[in-house]
């Protein structure tokens, strides 16, 4: 067989590239299907002289977000879409998407068109100058505002600023701002400290790197939402509290345990409560008078599944917030948690059981079967109740 010439054994010449994104813009969506197109018209238009990209991160939007972006990616190459399945929050849904961008610098801002993309070009050449780590998008500075917000959430985000300011270690005026711009190099600094609570990544990455960060900021107004929702709901600022408790006390002690033994103590409450309503009920308008001891086991069930019920819906709510059930899986959910507690309550009373024959020390012996059962229902409910998907 005759040997191929030099011509035909060189592989043809690779295809010519177009140049690499310099900036990309990381957009956490959630049934924003309508804003979509309309965010990428506005950085087309805002960011005419700058090589960029955008990306979407979708938590599985039921308005098809993620379709909706991914027609536009099929026409426009510098539109590109990360889907989520069984996992939602901001700060998670921004580390995944500017993991998944090589282009040195990266913004963040909302898909629901509030933030003023016109002020990525100020943003871009103040980092391009090289003596900044983040440029942020103020409200608070000059020139900046925070548009037709009602008195109770100016007050609201004002009051969360300045505890804010006792964790960034650097002269932001607006840490709470979820519109900036940084460096990958000042990002992946932070990236093994990043608490991933809440929805406040700026104040996350400001308060894990090793380094206080080089700050600058730009101004803007904050504008109203054109379609859609608000996802800001009544429960943020226990977002941010956990954020604020993870940066305290994280490194002893996971935020997720903190707020799982504070619902675990608003369940005693709730315990009392409805063992004394149902007790009192049974002894006054039954015959629980003549049968006490069948009057208090009726009572005493019945507050413990209430207060059992009550910490799975707190917890759900709260602590696993990120990961909440719904639907049949909230029933199954509710089914487990009663079987790891019941489990718990057992390992409780024999603990103390044990403790308490030995020592003979009531108090201590309490406190340890309670706090064994605490640890116990939360690492088993974190792998049979709120296990992670995806």
């Known amino acids: 067989m005759d040997r191929p010439t030099l011509r035909e054994a060189t592989p043809p010449a690779a295809p010519t590239r177009a140049l690499p994104a310099e900036l990309a813009i990381v957009v956490p969506v959630y049934n924003e299907s309508r804003n979509v197109p309309l965010l990428v018209a506005a950085l087309d238009a805002a960011l005419a002289d700058v090589r960029w990209e955008v990306v979407f991160v979708d938590d599985n939007s039921p308005d098809r977000t993620a379709d909706q ?7 426009d190459p510098r539109v590109r879409v990360v889907q989520r399945f069984g996992r939602r929050g901001l ?13 040195p610098y990266v913004a963040v801002m909302d898909g629901d068109m509030q933030h003023d993309e ?17 440029v942020v998008g103020s409200r608070y500075v000059a020139g900046g505002g925070v548009g037709e917000w009602d008195r109770r959430r100016a007050a609201m985000s004002r009051f969360a600023t300045r505890l804010a300011g006792r964790l960034t270690r650097a002269p932001i ?3 709470m701002s979820g519109f900036f711009m940084l460096r990958r190099d000042a990002f992946m600094a932070a990236l093994p400290n990043l608490s991933t609570v809440g929805f406040k990544i700026l104040l996350d990455i400001a308060a894990s790197t090793p380094e206080p960060l080089r700050v600058a900021e730009v101004p803007y107004t904050f504008r109203t939402r054109q379609h859609g929702e608000s996802k800001l709901d009544s429960l943020v600022l226990w977002e941010y509290l956990q954020l604020l408790l993870d940066k305290m006390f994280g490194r002893y002690v996971p935020v997720r345990f903190i ?21 009192e009920s049974l002894l006054t308008f039954g015959d629980g008078a003549a049968h006490q001891g069948r009057s208090f086991a009726i009572a005493q069930g019945a507050a413990t599944l209430v207060a059992t019920t009550s910490n799975f819906l ?8 990120d ?5 049949r899986r909230l029933w199954w959910g509710w089914l487990s948690f009663n079987l790891v507690c019941g489990i718990g309550f057992l390992a409780n009373v024999g603990i103390a059981h044990y403790l308490y024959q030995r ?13 064994v059962t605490t640890v116990w229902n939360y690492a088993m409910s974190s792998i049979f109740t709120w296990r992670k998907r995806g």
């Open 323 to 327: 990961q909440r059930l719904t639907g």
């Open 259 to 279: 707020s799982f033994a504070m619902v675990g103590g608003s369940g005693v409450f709730v315990h009392f409560l409805v063992l004394t309503i149902v007790l």
């Open 173 to 175: 005026t607006d840490p």
């Open 91 to 103: 700060s998670t849904a921004c580390i995944e998407g500017i993991l998944a961008t090589a282009a």
């Open 69 to 75: 972006a991914r027609d536009l990616a099929l026409a």
């Open 118 to 134: 016109r002020v990525l070009t100020d943003m871009f050449r103040r980092i391009a100058q090289g003596d900044v780590d983040v």
């Open 314 to 321: 707190l917890n759900n709510l709260l602590t696993y917030r």
């Open 359 to 371: 020592q003979n020390y009531l108090v201590v012996s309490a406190l340890a079967g309670i706090a």
